[in-house]
């Protein structure tokens, strides 16, 4: 018998028992499914990620107080860095061409008779610069508002919307904790990163806020919350970073460990993409599993189709038909089921994704890799779970199988 032939006698043999196809397969189409959402999702997660670690600039260096051992370990960050700090990297390292640093607290904002709990920012011009903002109506405040410690504030696009609706802020006061605040500007709607959302922030100036809101808590000037230095290019951004790290030890007199720490993009991308890396496998290892409980399914009908059909078997051999030819049979019925139930899976699968990408904010892609990987996989499954039935049909003896009734 030739390779046609087992495949259209396998074929008819599975379409007479169209339910029990149907419900072997289930589990093949549920895991394929299942993988290739999970790494679709998973990739997307990932790029989701990996644009919003992007959006802070690529050339952009965190400079946090206390090293990463305190920060591990300290629920009160600690105040190592001060405002002074921050101006003496703008003015003594040479591959920084901007530094925004930052003091953040939460206060309730009001405006007539409209309230809400809100981020308010403490920063200097710089940041908009640095930060890659823009202002999309009136000014961000100046150096001389940092001076004269000028209770003005420039809203976040969202916040904005929430106080004022469409009526135009610009000139307007509203209320930050006890002090009053004049609106000079509003930024340019940005979406969050990480969790930060400037778009429902105020922002002050830092000489300002020390003064008025948070006060000051450190002997040696403005404690900050954290310094944003811009490298002059992504090249400068290691030699920054070492410039820096010697600056703030020789202010701090520092011998020993530092007691603050630098993070990039780089690192910050590199973390992340072995975090989302890692939950993609596991999530598709999860769903994997599905194809294993598939391929054991397979193996149990064929197991039953094998006592079925052992007359049938047997009457085979007995015109002919060889030990080769029955294993072919039955491996080919398994393969069928394994990658038919595979195709209908990859199809559940990726319609999955889109929909994902549809109703997320998620850019979901189909990876033609993935789907290739699957479908394989859940074929080899099917020819590795149809050998022990095809085998044991094989070795059926013609004559104990045709006397059985």
Known sequence: MNLLESLQMAGKTLLANKLRSALTMLGIIIGNASVIAMLGVGEAGQKFVN????????????????????????????????????????????????????????????????????????????????????????RFFTDIDIKRNNQVTVLGADLAERLFGTQNPIGEQLRIKNSSFQIIGVLEAKGSSLGANYDEAALIPLTTSANRLVGRNSPYGIALDYIVASARNSQSVDAAEFQITNLLRLRHKITGEDDFSIRSQKDALQIVGQITGALTIMLAAIAAISLIVGGIGIMNIMLVSVTERTQEIGLRKAIGATERDILLQFVIEAIILSAA?????????????????????????????????????????????????????????????????
Not at 342 to 361: D, K, N, Q, R
């Open 51 to 138: 644009k919003q670690l992007e959006s802070l600039g690529p050339n952009v260096l965190f400079i946090l107080p206390g090293n990463r051992e305190t920060q591990r370990i300290s629920f009160e960050v600690p105040k190592t860095l001060v405002l002074a700090d921050a101006q003496a990297i703008a003015a003594q390292v040479p591959t920084v061409v901007g530094v925004a640093p930052e003091l953040n607290t939460r206060q309730v904002v009001t405006y007539r008779n409209r309230n809400t709990n809100a981020s308010i920012i403490g920063t200097t011009p710089s940041f908009p610069k640095v930060r890659e903002f823009e202002v999309a109506k009136g």
């Open 341 to 405: 139930g595979g195709l209908i899976g990859t199809v559940i699968g990726s319609g999955g994704i889109l929909l994902v990408g549809a109703l997320t904010p998620l850019k979901t892609e189909i990876s033609p890799l993935a789907v290739a990987i699957t479908v394989t996989t859940s074929g080899s499954i099917g020819l590795f779970f149809g050998v022990l039935p095809a085998r044991r049909a094989a070795k059926l003896d013609p004559i104990v199988a045709l006397r059985t009734t």
